[in-house]
């Protein structure tokens, strides 16, 4: 936006604006100002100030184990989800067969599926095919769940690329493999790089398809946090939140300066 | 540099019901310089990429010195190309765009640094090497452009509309560039082109295409003063295009009656024409006062008014209009000590012209 708003109109704007950061942002900031109350339960607002909580938690096995297996399944979400995503977005945008915009749809479908559903579904499904395997189970599921995020962000960068740059690379001797590698990837990086963001999140904190698939043996962080919430509510649970939440922002503020995610995300 | 021969073999190409390239048949002397010319969809560029291995043709086949290319993928051709839009790498140096060719084939380091020097000297940006094209002008695009191209001493060089989004100026003084380096080095290029005063001005071999098919075929002189085709007469140029049935035979020739005050005398004319349709360039039409000119009732000679005159600097264009309502338009150079139009609009003119001047269109 070029024009500088001003006058009534822009009152009201940044009014609007500034309401919607603060009903963003309060839940989270509520979390974290729990997390350091020095109470047995969560009270708002906070009593006192401590890091105890930070120490339980830290030295949870239950909670590290959860840790350790979350962020492994979300890496190994992330990659999978791009392995499949990026192949699959750049077979969207350059693929000219039939049924593309029905295949597209079908690939996009998690995004609006109730992925409750999708996830009791999938659970019958690897039940039928004898897949007991939890993690790998979980793997899946997360994979199935995530690649739409992918698909969406490459394809929209993939739209922007030039392919005239692919054209004039493989002219110059580059086979597609090599051309995609050296032309086509460094120009849609930020956008797999969002994409590889959001499927990293969304398999973190995946709660819906998580449940059907995990078992007493193998629970991700999410399952543990409910079931923490359940059982004792005390500002353990806060502090687990407030150390997922600034992994998250500092992953994306890496990211950000890696590749510029801002302009991928706005795109 | 090697030259190469270059030869289209009844090439086509459909999409779907329609038909971009329909059944071209060239050939291209080796160190040519040949224009595809033709309004946008006539399948020049189809035609180009076809050649380049962009595009599979639907049938038909490329050669190039007699081996047949159309299986050969695109990465195996070793053709330089040059795009309208430059097609630089962006997030590459000048350098490394040159050099990419270069690391595709192999190269080592040392050799492939000594070729991007001396393409960087061809193209005459040895200081700009470590820029990135963002902070290029659009001439020095091109420039890194047509360096990456022809480091990897490529078999033929192909561009398409290569001066496209450049300005004028800077676009007449690239041709006659990229003409004098195509000329030096010997290369076969193949441009695909809608102006034609780039093709008149680059090309040793225009073709002209309409519709997906080749409507003629001829150097510059060629194609300009003798128009194959209705078509070719109005896109080359302008033309002034009369029709009407044959009056009178005398020889070899014959009168064309076009209208009661217009009959044209032309030299030749198959003696199975009934009627011709002709084509008289307006730089060859000679204006002169009513009042001075002899007789009007002869062949190649009209009685007109001037409907409107333009000033264009060494040229001026005036717009005549017939008793009849036909249109003639005359450009006329204008002299250096003259000032101004010779005719102002509402005068009472005669147009008039030597009979060589017209040229029967054969295929109308």
């Known amino acids: 936006m070029d024009e500088r708003f001003s006058g009534f109109g822009a009152f009201i704007l940044y009014t609007i604006t500034a309401g919607m950061m603060v009903f963003i942002l309060a839940p989270l ?14 009270t708002f607002p906070p009593q006192g100030f401590t890091l105890k909580w ?38 969207l945008v350059r693929g000219d067969f039939f049924g593309v915009a029905a295949i597209k749809g079908f690939l996009l479908s998690p995004l609006i599926f109730p992925a409750l559903i999708t996830g009791l579904a999938l ?11 939890a993690r790998l189970n979980l ?22 690329v030039d392919e005239n740059l692919e054209d004039a690379a493989r002219t110059l001797g580059a086979n597609r493999l090599r051309t995609f590698w050296r032309v086509t990837l460094p120009q849609i990086a930020s956008g797999v790089a969002a994409g590889g963001l959001f499927a990293f999140m969304v398999s973190f904190d ?62 | 540099m090697k030259s190469s021969e270059v030869r289209l073999e009844r090439l086509s190409k459909e999409y779907g019901r329609t038909v971009a390239v329909d059944n071209v048949s060239l050939a291209i002397e080796p160190g040519h310089m040949v224009a595809l010319l033709g309004p946008s969809g006539c399948g020049k560029t189809t035609c180009l990429r076809m050649i380049a291995g962009l595009i599979r043709p639907t049938s038909g086949d490329v050669f190039v010195n007699d081996k047949r290319m159309t299986d050969v993928p695109v990465h195996r051709r070793n053709v330089g190309m040059l795009f309208q839009n430059y097609a630089l790498f962006p997030h590459l140096t000048v350098e490394e765009n040159i050099v990419f060719g270069l690391e595709m084939r192999g190269m080592s380091k040392a050799d492939a640094a000594r070729k991007v020097s001396e393409a960087l000297s061809l193209v005459q940006l040895s200081n700009f090497g470590k820029r990135y094209p963002a902070q290029l002008s659009g001439g020095q695009q091109q420039r890194v452009a047509l360096g990456r191209a022809l480091v990897i001493e490529p078999a033929m060089l192909l561009l398409d509309e290569p001066l496209g989004a450049l300005d004028k100026g800077l676009r007449e003084s690239m041709q006659v560039e990229l003409r004098a380096l195509q000329r030096r080095l010997g290369l076969t290029t193949i441009m695909v082109t809608h102006d034609q005063d780039e093709a008149l001005t ?90 001075q ?30 008793p009849s309502g036909g249109q003639i338009i005359v450009f006329e150079q204008n002299q250096s000590q003259q000032a101004g139009l010779r005719y102002a609009v509402g005068e009472e003119v005669v147009a008039r012209w030597e009979s060589p001047s017209n040229h029967i269109i054969a295929r109308h």
């Open chain 1, 123 to 133: 659970l019958q499904v690897l039940n039928k095919l004898g897949s007991t395997d």
């Open chain 2, 293 to 322: 000119a002899s007789s009007a009732q002869r062949a190649n000679s009209v009685m007109a008014r001037v409907d409107q005159a333009i000033y264009r600097g060494f040229v001026s264009h005036y717009y005549l209009r017939t």
């Open chain 1, 54 to 91: 930070y120490a339980k938690v830290l030295q949870d096995r239950d909670f590290l184990e959860a840790m350790r297996l979350s962020i492994l399944l979300a890496l190994g979400t992330t990659a999978g989800s791009l392995l499949f995503g990026v192949p699959a977005a750049f077979a």
């Open chain 1, 206 to 267: 995946n709660y819906p398809v998580t449940m059907w698939l995990a078992n007493s043996e193998y629970s991700p962080v999410p399952l543990v946090l409910m079931r923490q919430l359940v059982n004792v509510f005390d500002p353990s649970v806060p502090a687990m939140s407030t150390i997922i939440i600034l992994m998250a922002m500092v992953g994306v503020l890496i990211l950000e300066k890696l590749v510029g995610l801002r302009r991928a995300l706005a795109a």
């Open chain 1, 29 to 42: 900031l509520l979390v974290m100002a729990a997390s350091v109350s020095d109470s047995y339960f969560v």
């Open chain 1, 139 to 160: 793997l899946i599921g997360h994979i199935v769940v995530t690649s739409p995020y992918v698909i969406r962000t490459v394809v929209t960068s993939l739209q922007l």
């Open chain 2, 202 to 291: 680059m090309a040793d071999k225009i073709v002209v295409m309409r519709d997906g098919k080749l409507e003629q075929v001829g150097s510059a002189t060629e194609i300009y003063q003798r128009p194959a085709s209705k078509f070719v007469a109005q896109f080359i140029g302008a033309s002034n295009l009369f029709e009407g049935p044959v009056e009178q035979r005398n020889g070899s020739g014959a009168v064309i009656r076009v209208s009661p005050e217009l009959s044209l005398q032309v030299d030749q004319l198959p003696a199975s024409a009934s009627d011709a349709m002709v084509s008289i360039r307006p730089e060859a039409i000679i204006v002169e006062r009513a009042g």
